[in-house]
């Protein structure tokens, strides 16, 4: 069973949003859009899963088992067609893992840990092994939506893509470290070049002076068609920017987004944070992904608990707030925003399906996947998955 990980204390937030490129509020043009299943699969064995990747066309899912530490890849029939573990003392161990795995052209799983960036056959067969763009020995892997190694296309090159590990020379009580601070690096496939991009703009609440905990501004990236989307987790905004031909950002617009978040970002004095330590929550007001669906982008968020429904639920349940938590989690599930990718209009906001847990959601040309929701009353032999489409009624 993976670990809660729990809500800490948000107070109120000012929103001082000055311009930044063309900065706008999206428009909204809501339409009668909804999620309706198109396929499931399900596979026979005993796991605690989190979804980490599907092929493009969906005919290769990988999932990890939290259970066994097994990197487990089935086909669309629910044949395992490969699994493998590299949790043991052995040359190929990836190390700690920062990033969940990555399903790469149907044939490779990449792992992302302390030992660097290890390229594995679906079967645990070393194809090869790549450094890290910013070696570390420290780092956070939670098991959150969207923590998985994006694969994507620029400039002609074939890349991955995914959160950094750089310090830069500074830490989070120091304001020089927001200013300095690119939170996505752009890996090429094979060969040690990067890319560090995505810095907190100017008008960001995170360049006002405090000091925030690290998935506060957590960064959230998606790059497709030369165009890089970029989100810093508890600020509603979504930074649109053109890749140029040397890989600097061009910055296109700034949409805020009509998002409820039910635990805004304040911020502490600077000489609060000491160096060395960092603070990671899961269960706060955070946009967690950022996608593409063909002429729609996609974003996953977390609207967050109020505090003091966390402070009843310590109270209703003094032997069991794990049970009274997940009601909570239940009641502010994740939440689904549709935009139009060329107007930014706000077509849609869903919630998650009923069937589904707010863990493991990839985006692929077929649609939306999702795992099925964890049965806390049994124990269950099977895992499964399910394929969404938006449709229109």
């Not at 079967?123 to 998985?148: E, H, V």
């Not at 296309?153 to 074939?158: K, L, T």
């Not at 310590?314 to 997940?326: A, C, H, I, V």
């Amino acid at each position: 069973m993976k670990p809660l990980l729990y809500v800490g204390i948000f107070v109120s937030l000012l929103l001082l949003y000055a311009c930044y490129g063309s900065q706008h509020t999206e428009s909204k043009n809501e339409q009668n859009i909804s999620l309706k299943i198109k396929d499931s699969v399900s596979v026979d064995i005993f796991a605690d899963p989190l979804l980490a990747g599907v092929s493009k066309r969906g005919y290769r899912i990988l999932f990890l088992n939290w259970a066994s530490e097994e990197y487990i890849t089935i086909n669309r029939e629910g044949e395992i067609l490969g699994r493998f573990s590299k949790n043991e003392d052995v040359p190929d161990n990836p190390g700690f893992l920062f990033r969940l795995p990555g399903l790469r052209n149907s044939k490779e799983v990449v792992l992302y840990g302390m030992n660097g960036i290890f390229y594995f056959d679906i079967k645990g067969k070393l194809i090869r092994k790549q450094k890290s763009p910013a070696p570390s020995n420290a780092g956070i892997m939670a098991g959150l939506i969207g923590r998985n190694i994006k694969f994507t296309q620029a400039n002609g090159e074939e890349f991955m893509l995914f959160n950094t590990l750089r310090n830069f020379d500074s830490y989070p009580g120091e304001e020089e470290y927001y200013e300095k601070f690119k939170g996505i690096e752009l890996v090429q496939i094979g060969k040690d070049i990067s890319y560090n991009l995505g810095q907190i703009p100017d008008s960001s609440i995170f360049r006002a002076g405090k000091a925030y905990f690290s998935s506060d501004y957590d960064p959230v990236a998606h790059l497709e068609n030369q165009k890089f989307y970029l989100a810093f987790a508890g600020e509603p905004i979504l930074y649109q920017y053109s890749l140029n031909a040397d890989f600097s950002l061009s910055p296109d617009t700034a949409i805020n987004l009509d998002v409820k978040m039910h635990l805004p970002i304040e911020g502490f004095p600077l000489n609060e944070f000491n160096k060395g330590s960092v603070t990671f929550r899961g269960d706060i007001s955070a946009i967690r992904q950022i996608e593409i669906l063909g002429k729609n982008i996609i974003i996953n968020y977390s609207p967050g608990i109020p505090q003091e429904e966390v402070e009843e639920v310590k109270e209703q349940y003094p032997d069991d707030f794990q049970l009274g938590y997940r009601k909570l989690r239940e009641k502010y599930h994740s939440q689904i925003l549709i935009l139009d990718k060329i107007t930014h209009q706000q077509l849609a906001n869903l919630k998650f399906p009923e069937n589904a847990s707010t863990e493991g959601f990839i985006v692929n040309d077929e649609g939306l996947w999702f795992q099925r929701k964890e049965n806390f009353e049994k124990e269950e032999d099977f895992v499964r998955f399910y394929l969404y489409r938006l449709v229109k009624y």
